[in-house]
């Protein structure tokens, strides 16, 4: 099976920078997900890492670490509507030889000012 | 369509009802995914379509769980003789265009009630 833990909550400052972790059990893995959700919203897709190393794309970027089953997700320059919730999934390949995403609980993030 | 529409976005049953929630994926997505998702918890998978056919289906949670596709574009999940720990937001997701395959599109999601 998949075992997926990060942070249930967590507190930033307006313009400063948070790290939000993720690690993860799961054989099978073919990459990682990070996706962003607002209360009420559709999860919306931020980022995506199959190789070791960091992904960056504007304000946001992702580590990947598969022999440490460790990802990261990076926020620069918080705004309040960077409050949301932030979820982390793998995909794995499954016995029916198709791939699947399972979800951790997700981060929920509040920025105050 | 532009995005993954949902319909009804809300429904509220009573216990031992019948309902369908209905999914309209991006036009050309070839794979579909529904999820549960309970208040503060992620996303669960329930069942992933590729084309018509359920692909895997092992997270659905019991019997009076079903969902068709049958013509590879809308789906229906069906949830028989409702209980109230059927309660939650129903997502679907869909994904499939040739390079982005691995990324999936989520709908709003159906709020499912039931009382």
């Known amino acids: 099976g998949q075992n997926i833990d990060q942070p249930t909550e967590m507190t930033a400052t307006e313009g400063a920078i948070v790290q939000i972790n993720c690690t993860y059990q799961t054989s099978g893995f073919n990459g990682l997900f990070w996706y962003q959700q607002h209360a009420g919203e559709a999860p919306t897709f931020l980022s995506y890492n199959v190789l070791d190393g960091l992904e960056e794309k504007g304000r946001f970027s992702s580590f990947l670490s598969r022999s440490k089953g460790y990802s990261y997700l990076l926020l620069k320059e918080l705004q309040m509507k960077d409050s949301a919730s932030y979820l982390c999934a793998v995909r794995d390949l499954r016995g029916a030889g198709s791939y699947q995403l399972t979800f951790g609980k997700g981060t929920k993030l509040s920025v105050i000012p | 369509g532009a995005g993954v529409s949902q319909t009804p976005s809300n429904k509220v049953t009573e216990k031992g009802k019948y309902v369908e929630l209905r999914c309209d994926p991006i036009?050309?997505?070839?794979?579909l995914y529904w999820y549960r998702q309970s208040l503060g918890q992620g996303p669960e998978f329930l069942i992933y379509f590729q084309g018509t056919g359920a692909a895997d289906d092992s997270g659905l949670p019991n019997d009076r769980f079903f969902a068709v596709r049958p013509e590879g574009s809308v789906s229906t999940l069906k949830i028989q003789r409702t209980e109230r720990g059927d309660s939650a937001v129903y997502l679907c997701?869909?994904?499939?265009?040739?390079?982005?395959?691995?990324?999936?599109?989520f709908g709003a999601g159906s709020r499912l009630t039931v009382l």
């Open positions: 036009s050309g997505h070839t794979a």
């Open positions: 997701a869909s994904g499939g265009l040739a390079g982005v395959a691995h990324i999936l599109t």
